[in-house]
């Protein structure tokens, strides 16, 4: 990460491509980062792009989407669709995108059986 976990909250979630790579075990050479939180999406990007002098821009003021740019990737933060993780999780293109990450309490959220899927193309 290119910034202490500290500065998210605990709710905030790792989605999508770099969940997936990581658990297929591919090297990212540039980071490219996603995250869903429950509320204060576009708050925290600009709060974690001030405290690191990283680059920050609001990709998407209505659904509440922000971009923090580092040297070494991008971290999105995007608003939370819906009134669950779930349900955000389930508009998502593939099973293997919808696998959640939460690094503060290390635990993996897998409402749609993306992991088995995992195993079935690995």
């Known amino acids: 990460m290119p910034f202490s976990l500290d500065c998210l909250p605990s709710t905030a979630c790792l989605v999508g491509g770099a969940v997936r790579d990581t658990l297929l075990d591919r090297a990212l050479d540039y980071l490219d980062l996603d995250f869903v939180l429950p509320e204060l ?14 680059g920050f821009v609001v990709l998407d003021e209505q659904r509440r989407i922000a971009r923090v ?9 995007a608003q939370q669709e819906g009134d669950s993780l779930e349900k955000d999780l389930r508009r ?6 919808a696998i959640a990450y939460n690094p503060r309490r290390e635990e993996l959220i897998d409402p749609l059986g993306g992991l088995v899927d995992l195993k079935n193309v690995a």
Do not use: L, M
């Open 41 to 54: 999406a576009v708050e925290v990007g600009r709060e974690i792009a001030h405290r690191y002098k990283a």
């Open 69 to 77: 740019i580092f040297k070494q990737g991008t971290v999105d933060f």
């Open 92 to 97: 998502r293109d593939f099973t293997v995108n």
